[in-house]
């Protein structure tokens, strides 16, 4: 995986699932009046959401736009058209992948009884489905600015201020918001994934969330050959999961 750090520029954020909509002029009112876009930009905007996620996912968020557009077969002005930056663009990718990955581990922890189960589970489909590869650089470097600091499960309630799960942004950014809401509510399901397998004695005690996280971002390795990537992260992730595993003394 590479994850490369891009300025997170808040004030320009695309939500995921946001109908981009073109301008059409200004109303008495005051304020721009908008029309949704035509059949053919929208369909524009799938090839590049969808280009920009194979982009990423295969060279990291430092690929230039023009590799995106190339791609999407389309100019690179048609990406700069929906997307005014670089920024926005990874903003509203890295955001999707993040509530998708929280949506995978609600889900495992909502249909899995056996903690252990729930864990792998998720880690299996997350892993499956590509989604580390374009996990924000917030949330992999959860707990790195203080190597006392592990990141474990978030225990606001009986532990003291300043102690427990927190995001690390990276310097000079401001990653704030809705990013740290979205990035936050992952944290916390899966340190719910982590505690549960922690407490049945069936995940180490020294596993992380940000262990976890980390596995997710390095299982999935960028292949040329689709066969060869899926039997990769298979293998790799059956590695990882042993030595998650709790041992017997």
């Known amino acids: 995986m590479h994850v490369q750090d891009s300025h997170w520029s808040s004030a320009s954020a695309v939500a995921p699932g946001t109908a981009l909509s073109a301008p059409s002029g200004h109303g008495r009112a005051g304020g721009p009046r908008t029309t ?3 059949v053919d930009a929208q369909r ?3 090839h590049v959401l969808r280009a920009a996620r194979e982009v990423f996912g295969e060279l990291g968020y430092g690929a230039p736009m023009e590799d995106v557009a190339r791609r999407a077969r389309v100019g690179v002005g048609t990406v700069y058209r929906r ?3 670089k920024d926005v663009l990874v903003r509203r990718i890295a955001e999707e992948e993040t509530s998708r990955l929280t949506d995978q581990a609600r889900t495992a922890l909502g249909q ?3 903690p252990w189960s729930a864990l792998s589970r998720f880690l299996r489909t997350s ?3 590509g989604a580390g590869r374009l996990l924000p650089p917030q949330v992999l470097r959860v707990g790195v600015a203080d190597e006392h600091d592990h990141a474990r499960v978030p225990q606001q309630r009986t532990q003291p201020a300043g102690t427990g799960l927190r995001l690390v942004p990276e310097k000079g950014s401001a990653v704030a918001g809705k990013d740290d809401a979205g990035a936050g509510q992952l944290l916390d399901v899966v340190g719910r994934l982590v505690e549960r397998a922690r407490e049945a004695g069936t995940l180490r005690p020294d596993v992380s969330v940000s262990d976890v996280l980390l596995v ?5 390795p960028s292949l040329p ?3 060869q990537q899926a039997a990769a992260s298979a293998r790799l992730l059956d590695i990882l999961l042993e030595g998650l595993r709790s041992r017997p003394a």
């Open 36 to 38: 949704p876009l035509r």
């Open 44 to 46: 524009n905007l799938e």
């Open 83 to 85: 997307f005014p930056s």
């Open 112 to 114: 899995e009884d056996e």
């Open 127 to 129: 892993v499956a489905s």
């Open 216 to 220: 997710i971002a390095t299982a999935a």
């Open 225 to 227: 050959d689709p066969a």
